[in-house]
């Protein structure tokens, strides 16, 4: 059993390298894009975005996504352990309130507001994302530890282990899986979401589109809408096999 376990995580790895190596090619080469898209919109003028080459459109996309995400669970995965502990729990409605409106309170309005504190371009950007992609993370860290069976607490405790110990050797552990799943809706999300950034200049992926829309240029709405899809692809696979690694644990059940 170990042994398939083993030859399937590794075959999912190996799937993840061919699908990133096909991933940068297909963006390095800038030429096949234009050559097909001049081939479907042949009317149009330009059919690659003129601000930037695809690949520097992704590079920023993928620093707006990777900066926000690692925001996001910085802050997210201690504030959702931290309310599970005795010292934390009576704070549990309000932050699940708070990140709960992060979620449903509009990017763009978080931009809106955030451009004049913080300026044009990326800090804004991530500070939308960051709230945007708070709610999963917090949730999911609540969910998978509030889901931790007490009798095996208890048996830790019994065997003279620490809270910390408690917390790192068992808990976290056994929530491990629910945690990455919350991880990885927020990252998603935020590969999504991070298109909003092109509106105050933060550049990524969204350029191409929000040109596209503002000029009625097809050409550049695929250029920015298939790479971002491809790129949500391959993150998702890449989360996916980080949670098959805790597969060997007992998951437990979401609350």
């Known amino acids: 059993m170990a042994n398939y376990r083993n030859s399937h995580q590794l075959r999912n790895w190996l799937i993840l390298a061919v699908m990133a190596a096909a991933f940068i090619v297909l963006i390095a080469n800038t030429q096949w894009w234009e050559a097909a898209l001049r081939f479907f919109f042949p009317d149009e003028t330009l059919v690659l975005h003129p601000r930037a ?4 459109l992704v590079w920023e996309h993928i620093q707006l996504v990777a900066v926000s995400s690692g925001a996001t669970i910085l802050i997210g995965l201690p504030l959702g352990i931290w309310v599970t502990r005795p010292s934390g729990r009576s704070f549990l409605p309000i932050v699940t309130d708070l990140t709960s409106f992060g979620q449903t309170f509009p990017p763009i309005a978080v931009l809106a507001l955030a451009v004049p504190m913080l300026g044009f371009g990326f800090l804004p950007t ?3 994302l960051f709230l945007y992609g708070l709610l999963p993370v917090v949730r999911n860290t609540i969910a998978g530890l509030n889901a931790v069976p007490t009798h095996l607490v208890d048996a830790a405790r019994g065997m003279g282990m620490s809270r910390l110990q408690i917390l790192f050797r068992v808990e976290i552990p056994l929530a ?3 945690i990455l799943a919350g991880v990885r809706i927020s990252v998603i999300i935020n590969i999504g979401t991070a298109m909003i950034g092109a509106v105050i200049a933060a550049g990524g992926l969204g350029s191409p589109i929000i040109a596209g829309l503002v000029q009625d240029n097809l050409a550049y709405l695929i250029e920015g809408a298939v790479p971002a899809a491809l790129l949500a692809l391959l993150i998702d696979q ?3 096999n980080i949670e098959a690694s ?3 644990l007992p998951a437990p059940e979401s609350a």
Do not use: D, G
């Open 53 to 56: 080459p695809l690949p520097v």
């Open 126 to 128: 991530v500070f939308a």
């Open 176 to 178: 491990a899986r629910v």
């Open 238 to 240: 890449l989360m996916a």
């Open 246 to 248: 805790f597969a060997y």
